[in-house]
């Protein structure tokens, strides 16, 4: 084991991860040309990513598709040795694969699974307590929660085959948490699942990281789950760390400004609304304006002043929108603050 910074659950610096791609051209003589003469190219999955997580912390790891999420849990979880740089998660170093280490996390892979599919749920997890070692009583009391949490009750002795996909992925996480552990990379664990599973592996995760104190990192492309569950967002793009920080202060990222929305108590034409903000919608009694940041309290004001408003809400744009508009954006690595870089 090695020692590691008491305050820190997961500590990384510069972790870099190269991949050798071997390239092949298609057809038998493809083959043979790729045997004779085998030709190398290196992609750079990960660029030199550095940040702590504290022990609790549940942070979203977001990125468009090829960005280095999957790759850096990767690290983390030890599956991958990294090319360069440090990573220590519970003060242990990932690489080694240590069985005290292997017991303190756990990587969830929406897409991929771990469960024997022509078995019952719980024969792989009493595979689980075998490897882990878990003690019997505590197997039962952790089975008894997650039975409870994430309503398993008469789908665990269904073939996992024949289980729906909601189904299998809460069998998935239980068997994942099985050993309770500290630190949990969770890879897209909400993928495919419709909006009620989706809210009940949310919940599940919540729970569990405030019973166990677990830190937990998230990637996912439905930005609720991050939204629901992550204070902190750490943004990678391209291999290389581009934002941490808040999830109000990245909706400041994007160019756009603030919605304000509005409720009237006597009807109000969308003419009348000119000049207020970008009308974004009306229907008389009701209205949503796109206002610029700096603008919002003066403009509220006058809207208060100027007509009789029931109630006024002002909302950040959806990170969604932020995201798509940092990622489309072709200069974004140097536009985007590096955590270093960024405003307190
Ligand atoms: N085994 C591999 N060999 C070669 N290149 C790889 C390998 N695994 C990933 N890559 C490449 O490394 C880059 C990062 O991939 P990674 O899977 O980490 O991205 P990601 O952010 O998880 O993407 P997604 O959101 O699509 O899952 C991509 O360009 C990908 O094509």
């Known amino acids: 084991m090695t020692t590691s910074l008491p305050d820190a659950a997961v500590h990384v610096r510069d972790l870099r991860k190269q991949y050798a791609v071997h390239e092949k051209e298609p057809g038998l003589l493809g083959s043979v040309k790729a045997f004779v003469n085998r030709k190398t190219t290196y992609v750079e999955a990960v660029k030199g990513v550095s940040f702590d997580l504290a022990p609790g912390e549940v942070v979203g790891f977001l990125g468009p598709n090829g960005a280095g999420k999957t790759t850096t849990l990767k690290m983390l979880s030890g599956?991958?040795?990294?090319?360069?740089?440090?990573?220590?998660?519970?003060?242990?170093?990932?690489?080694?694969?240590?069985?005290?280490?292997?017991?303190?996390?756990?990587?969830?892979?929406?897409?991929?699974?771990?469960?024997?599919?022509?078995?019952?749920?719980?024969?792989?997890?009493?595979?689980?307590?075998?490897?882990?070692?878990?003690?019997?009583?505590?197997?039962?009391?952790?089975?008894?929660?997650?039975?409870?949490?994430?309503?398993?009750?008469?789908?665990?002795?269904?073939?996992?085959?024949?289980?729906?996909?909601?189904?299998?992925?809460?069998?998935?996480?239980?068997?994942?948490?099985?050993?309770?552990?500290?630190?949990?990379?969770?890879?897209?664990?909400?993928?495919?699942?419709?909006?009620?599973?989706q809210e009940a592996v949310r919940e599940f995760v919540r729970d569990y990281n405030r019973r166990y104190g677990a830190t937990v990192i998230l990637t996912s492309h439905y930005m609720a789950d991050v939204t629901a569950l992550a204070e902190r967002i750490l943004v990678i793009d391209k291999g290389e760390l581009v934002f941490d920080g808040d999830l109000a202060r990245l909706a400041e990222q994007g160019s756009g400004g603030k919605t304000i929305k509005l409720q009237f108590r006597q009807p109000v034409g969308a003419a009348q609304l000119a000049g207020y903000g970008q009308l974004v919608s009306s229907d008389g009694l009701s209205a949503e304006l796109n206002v610029p940041r700096a603008e919002v309290s003066p403009r509220a004001a006058r809207l208060l002043a100027d007509f009789e408003v029931a109630d006024l809400t002002v909302e950040d744009p959806p990170i969604e929108a932020v995201m798509a508009e940092l990622f489309g954006r072709s200069d974004r690595t140097d536009t985007v603050p590096a955590p270093e870089a960024a405003p307190a």
């Open 79 to 197: 599956l991958l040795h990294p090319s360069g740089g440090t990573a220590q998660v519970g003060g242990f170093e990932p690489r080694r694969r240590e069985a005290a280490f292997l017991k303190r996390i756990t990587l969830v892979m929406g897409q991929k699974q771990q469960l024997m599919w022509d078995l019952p749920a719980l024969d792989s997890f009493l595979v689980n307590q075998a490897i882990y070692e878990i003690p019997e009583a505590e197997y039962q009391a952790t089975m008894r929660e997650f039975t409870e949490v994430l309503s398993l009750e008469g789908i665990l002795k269904k073939q996992v085959r024949k289980l729906s996909l909601g189904e299998r992925m809460k069998c998935e996480l239980a068997a994942a948490l099985l050993h309770r552990p500290r630190v949990l990379f969770l890879d897209e664990p909400t993928i495919g699942l419709d909006v009620n599973m």
